[in-house]
């Protein structure tokens, strides 16, 4: 008898730790769906310092790209375009980075920056903003001459001299050879993933090095009117080469493909463990009230209401459901921390997402539990003391 009341007890006490580990894993994946879902769409949503609506990007290979200038040409001659511009890279890829020198007031600096060729009128196309100086000229005599940095790049080559303002560094000697000046400096923009901090990078007009990318901004209303005549310039222009292209938008959402795939996983997992787990509680619900049969039954005759012995049969379940909020939230807290270092831009982890999933996963339990609660608590007392 001892020996069958001590096993009894051990099969409670395993019931009762399978139901707290499976609310733990659901709390905790909960937590984490919540947190990769805001930190994807914080990444899609921030503004990335230049505009990327109705970008078209076609790429040029080795034959094309001689055509940029009758291609930008016949396309601006339509409304349905309102810029073109072009560029050895597209925004959000990784960009290359280059060598080059800066003569300031001391010796002449070495150093390494992200580099980005560009058509003269790109910052106007994607409207960057100037900070100082002025934009590439559109002169045919200016190319290759002109460099614009960023603001990151400024603050880098003013370093050694950081009592000096920005301005000071307009005109000076910077780029692959003694002809380039600096001209402008552009306010940072995040050229790659939000993954990457914003890193030095400059931008230099030289057309004669050609380009890998053609950029046209469309009229959004008329987006598909708008391709056909694309596509009709290319067909003309660049007869026998096939016409590809992708919206920047696109572009984009693919950079941030495998972001939105784990927090798509993380929600199914979630899912299922929050299944996994109103199964578990439902069964030791239905357990616990064929064990205290008796008990209910006593207290109804004795005058208990339905809400009472509710509350009675709920209120043990719910402890183990925050038994496993207090076990999930610090490591979901910690791990969410964690994952978020990868990215240089990053929402902050807030303590209420903590307590509306607590209180979700309460809910989801209180649910759970109260069908075979209330199926106990209306049962006739006196069937149930006779079967006793």
């Not at 005759?301 to 809400?307: I, R």
């Amino acid at each position: 008898m001892k020996g069958s009341i001590q096993t009894g007890k051990n099969k409670s006490s395993l019931r009762n730790i399978l139901v707290v580990a499976q609310f733990s894993s659901a709390i905790f994946l909960m937590i984490a769906t919540i947190f990769a879902v805001q930190q994807l769409n914080y990444m899609q949503h921030r503004d990335p310092g230049f505009s990327r609506s109705q970008v078209v990007n076609i790429p040029f290979d080795e034959i094309t790209y001689k055509k940029f200038d009758v291609l930008k040409q016949d396309m601006l001659a339509n409304t349905l375009v309102t810029g073109v511009t072009g560029a050895q890279d597209v925004l959000g890829s990784h960009l290359d980075q280059s060598g080059v020198q800066f003569q300031g007031n001391g010796p002449l600096r070495q150093l390494t920056s992200t580099r980005l060729i560009v058509d003269h009128d790109y910052l106007s196309f994607y409207k960057i903003p100037l900070m100082l100086g002025k934009n590439f000229s559109a002169d045919p005599s200016e190319n290759g001459k002109e460099y614009i940095i960023n603001e990151s790049l400024a603050k880098e080559l003013l370093k050694d001299d950081p009592k000096k303002p920005m301005s000071w560094l307009l005109g000076r000697n910077f780029g692959f050879d003694s002809t380039g000046t600096i001209v402008g400096i552009a306010k940072d923009f995040n050229f790659n993933s939000l993954h990457y901090k914003i890193e030095t990078m400059f931008m230099y007009n030289q057309k004669d090095w050609g380009y890998s990318n053609l950029s046209v901004k469309i009229n959004g209303d008329k987006a598909k009117n708008a391709i056909a005549f694309i596509q009709s310039v290319w067909d003309k222009d660049c007869a026998g080469h096939p016409f590809t292209y992708q919206f920047l938008d696109d572009h984009f959402a693919d950079v941030y493909r495998a972001d939105s795939q784990v927090s798509s996983i993380v929600g199914i997992l979630a899912g299922l463990a929050i299944v996994i787990s109103c199964l578990g509680l439902f069964g030791l619900a239905s357990y616990s009230a064929e064990r205290r049969v008796k008990e209910v039954g006593i207290r109804k005759v004795l005058g208990a209401s339905v809400q009472n012995i509710v509350g009675m049969l709920s209120k043990d379940f719910l402890k183990y459901v925050l038994i496993a909020a207090l076990i999930a939230c610090p490591l979901a807290w910690f791990s969410v921390y964690k994952w978020l270092q990868d990215y240089a831009y990053r929402i902050n982890i807030s303590g209420w997402t903590f307590l509306l999933i607590v209180f979700v996963a309460l809910m989801i339990a209180l649910v759970t539990v109260s069908f075979q609660a209330i199926r106990a608590a209306v049962a006739n007392p006196v069937k149930s003391l006779r079967t006793e």
